[in-house]
């Protein structure tokens, strides 16, 4: 079974873009995560998705933003970058949310730089 | 709110040693844990998890035991190999949704 895709791997963009980042989950899976990874801030929850709807929100502006599609690909947006948006974003597929036996799979992540 | 404190990094270790790395947590009730480890280019891939206490996870000669008592889940191994070098996060889930909190992770490094 293929696991959680993302794409692109890496993307370099500059302050004022905005860009789009993909994550495909693994098969079956109709939830997904998006994290967003720094030295400084660590691991940290952007917002989750199931049935095309968000569920939970973490504490970003609302530059980031995301979606969920019929078949449960979803997309994060970040409008006019900053600096600070400079980070890993690594998206995670589970079955479903919540469960105390759901496990999340995360994908390899997409490396944003902002120039 | 819910939250993971981590031992701080980076961990250096000769091939064989023992490694522990400590982890403590806030939550309200019973929350899931969590060991992920990340390696170079990687995304998480998840070490081993405890759903209630007293529970012992365990994989790939890590183990953890969830402590109710101490809000821990220290991860130990007994003898590491190079190739346990990686970045390890600690992790909760709260039982109000899927949302995951992470600790700040720990770099080990193990030289032969």
């Known amino acids: 079974k293929a696991g959680v895709t993302q794409t692109p791997r890496y993307l370099i963009k500059t302050r004022g873009q905005q860009v789009t980042l993909s994550c495909s989950p693994i098969s079956g899976h109709r939830s997904v995560s998006w994290y967003q990874q720094t030295p400084g801030q660590g691991l940290q929850f952007l917002f989750e998705y199931f049935s095309e709807t968000q569920r939970n929100k973490g504490n970003f502006p609302g530059r980031f933003s995301g979606r969920q599609f019929s078949n449960s690909r979803s997309e994060m947006n970040v409008s006019t970058l900053e600096l600070g948006d400079s980070a890993l974003y690594l998206c995670?597929?589970?079955?479903?949310?919540?469960?105390?036996?759901?496990?999340?799979?995360f994908g390899p992540g997409t490396r944003l730089t902002v120039l | 709110g819910d939250s993971v404190t981590q031992m701080e990094g980076p961990v250096t270790l000769s091939e064989e040693a023992f490694l522990t790395i400590n982890c403590t947590y806030t939550a309200t009730g019973y929350p899931s844990l969590f060991w992920y480890v990340q390696y170079p280019g990687e995304g998480l891939q998840l070490l081993l998890k405890?759903?209630?206490?007293?529970d012992k996870g365990s994989n790939k000669g890590f183990e953890a035991t969830y402590r109710k008592e101490t809000t821990s889940f220290h991860l130990e191994k007994g003898s590491v190999q190079v190739s346990d070098s990686a970045v390890y996060f600690c992790a909760l889930r709260g039982l109000s949704g899927n949302q995951f909190y992470f600790g700040t992770g720990t770099s080990l490094t193990v030289i032969p």
């Open positions: 405890a759903t209630k206490a007293d």
């Open positions: 995670a597929s589970s079955l479903a949310p919540g469960g105390v036996y759901n496990e999340q799979f």
